[in-house]
């Protein structure tokens, strides 16, 4: 079973900027794509950012389209979400998630795609 531990969450003023870690415990990561996805309280967990398992396709929600950054480090085992431009409506536990490459990857935003799931990262942006 893969175990995928996300670092990197704190608190920072909107416009502010983090940068996001997923590591990944097996070398079998470099098969699976990778996602972000994110829960505010009281809200549904919604996807953020996807990666194919060769960082060759990257999609993004359209709140985050040109402030966020997916990338990939297949010899690290490890998955990076760069937040730029930071807003308060980005506040969230963000959480890493792995699914086989075998699944459509047109399927990225649904959370039932993915197998594995990391425990999440807070992020708090204040005004």
């Known amino acids: 079973q893969m175990r995928l531990v996300e670092s990197g969450g704190g608190l920072v003023q909107a416009g502010g900027s983090l940068t996001l870690s997923c590591a990944a415990s097996?070398?079998?990561?470099?098969?699976?794509?990778m996602g972000w996805f994110r829960q505010a309280p009281g809200k549904e967990r919604e996807f953020v950012a996807g990666?194919?398992?060769?960082?060759?396709?990257?999609s993004y929600v359209d709140f985050v389209k040109g402030r966020f950054t997916v990338s990939r480090d297949n010899v690290k085992n490890t998955v990076y979400l760069q937040m730029n431009s930071l807003k308060p409506e980005d506040t969230a536990l963000y959480y890493c998630?792995?699914?086989?490459?075998?699944?459509?990857?047109?399927?990225?935003?649904?959370?039932?795609?993915?197998?594995?799931w990391g425990l999440g990262t807070q992020v708090t942006v204040s005004s």
């Open positions: 998630a792995a699914r086989s490459s075998a699944v459509l990857w047109a399927e990225y935003v649904s959370p039932s795609r993915y197998r594995y």
């Open positions: 097996e070398r079998t990561f470099s098969t699976y794509h």
């Open positions: 990666i194919s398992w060769n960082g060759v396709r990257t």
